[in-house]
């Protein structure tokens, strides 16, 4: 097998002058404002799905392009590397999975193929609640079944583009925890068709964020949702999600050091143009070697983050190295945005620069999709066989 790609800073050149080519229509104005506004970029999704980039990993007979998830990162990486932000976007690549890998024929029938064209939306995982935070097992939301539908109640917190997609996949507790053998059975995952749910039992509100996520909290009552729409079969959701986890760390990872790239680079160049004291700044070493070294990391957080991509496309375990790509991706970027605001002074504040808001933006990868503890505590337990602490 020819793993040359592994380390080849350009793997996928076309892709990658593609996205670039998109991206270039959706300038940082059009960003600025958006962020301003609270605005969700329609057009830029759009635009991402009719190029059939959000499809990427939807098999050829679905309508897709059926990639692998190495092709998919390097979509991601992209957008943000342009200065662009894939998080409006980026649901769409790993949700679908948990559909394609454990949903019947008919669902896939019915539902990639609109996935697909761009024509549905399937945007918005709701997983966390308010009382049981990371600890997912402990989530309230429940659903009963009547006849050939489930009744749901409960409430979801931070699920993200709710308010811009036609379709959610919801983790519910469909048998009582007191009734599990373990506190990782009896939870399944629904597919919600979110434009005939709200109004009918589901009601959507923003939260206002320190960066523009479209993160909102779901409040659910008394909501029938056919058993159709049970992906998989009951009680094995969180099985399901976990095994869709892998995906997510990978392409966020991948999506994240697209940032920190983007950020070392316009530290650099500034570094190379601001001239105080009559030479530029980056000719002092105080300021040049934190954005060296924020490179530096980006780049073994990138070989990481290549290694867990070829493990998955290749069917190898790859949850330890699906994880560590995301906190060291996460790490790596987070250096690259204090790099660059302290590189750009006063200027870093102001908006017209765009490093403020990259900056707000970089931050949400040490916390979500998961916690850097949460990491580390897998990485001890499971990996290095510590005990284990929750
Ligand atoms: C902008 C944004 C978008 C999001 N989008 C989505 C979404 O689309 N769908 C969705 O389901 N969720 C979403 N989330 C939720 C996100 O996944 C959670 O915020 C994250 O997993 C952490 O959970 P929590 O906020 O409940 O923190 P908590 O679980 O309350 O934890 C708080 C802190 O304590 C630490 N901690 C907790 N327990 C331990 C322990 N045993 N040992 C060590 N440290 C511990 C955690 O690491 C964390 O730092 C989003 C969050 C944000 C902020």
Not at 101 to 122: M, N, T, Y
Not at 347 to 364: C, H, L, N, P, V
């Amino acid at each position: 097998m020819d793993d040359a790609h592994l380390f080849s800073k350009r793997d996928y050149p076309e892709l990658r002058d593609a996205v670039r080519r998109l991206c270039a229509d959706f300038p940082a104005t059009y960003w600025r404002t958006l962020d301003e506004e609270r605005g969700y970029p329609t057009d830029f999704v759009g635009a991402l799905s009719q190029a059939g980039f959000l499809a990427a990993l939807i098999p050829q007979a679905y309508g897709g392009s059926g990639l692998p998830l190495r092709a998919a990162a390097v979509i991601l990486e992209e957008i943000n590397a342009s200065g662009c932000v894939a998080s409006p976007a980026h649901a769409q690549m790993y949700i679908m999975g948990t559909l394609l890998r454990h949903g019947s024929e008919a669902q896939k029938q019915r539902f990639l193929p609109g996935i697909a064209s761009g024509d549905v939306r399937l945007q918005a995982f709701g997983v966390t609640e308010p009382d049981a935070g990371s600890d997912t097992t402990m989530l309230r939301t429940r659903a009963v079944r009547s006849g050939d539908n489930y009744i749901v109640n409960g409430q979801k917190l931070w699920t993200s583009r709710a308010m811009h997609s036609d379709l959610m996949l919801l983790l519910v507790r469909t048998t009582p925890i007191e009734h599990c053998a373990r506190k990782t059975d009896g939870l399944s995952t629904l597919l919600i068709d979110l434009r005939t749910a709200k109004g009918a039992g589901l009601e959507i509100r923003p939260i206002r964020t320190l960066l523009n996520h479209h993160t909102t909290e779901i409040f659910i009552r008394d909501l029938e949702v056919p058993v159709d729409n049970l992906v998989g079969q009951e009680g094995e959701g969180f099985r399901y999600i976990l095994d869709g986890m892998n995906a997510e760390r990978i392409l966020v990872a991948q999506e994240c050091i697209g940032d920190g790239h983007w950020l070392v680079a316009k530290a650099a160049a500034y570094a190379s143009e601001r001239k105080v004291f009559g030479r530029p700044i980056g000719q002092n070493q105080g300021v040049q070697f934190p954005i060296a070294r924020a490179y530096m990391e980006l780049e073994a957080a990138d070989l990481m983050a290549r290694k867990a991509a070829h493990l998955f496309d290749h069917a190898l375990p790859c949850a330890a190295e699906a994880n560590m790509a995301k906190l060291l991706a996460s790490e790596a970027t987070w250096k690259g945005a204090e790099a660059a605001m302290q590189t750009y002074g006063g200027f870093g504040f102001a908006q017209e620069y765009d490093i403020e808001r990259k900056w707000r933006e970089a931050r949400i990868y040490q916390t979500a999709p998961i916690s850097t503890n949460l990491i580390l505590s897998y990485l001890g337990q499971h990996v290095l066989g510590m005990p284990r602490s929750f």
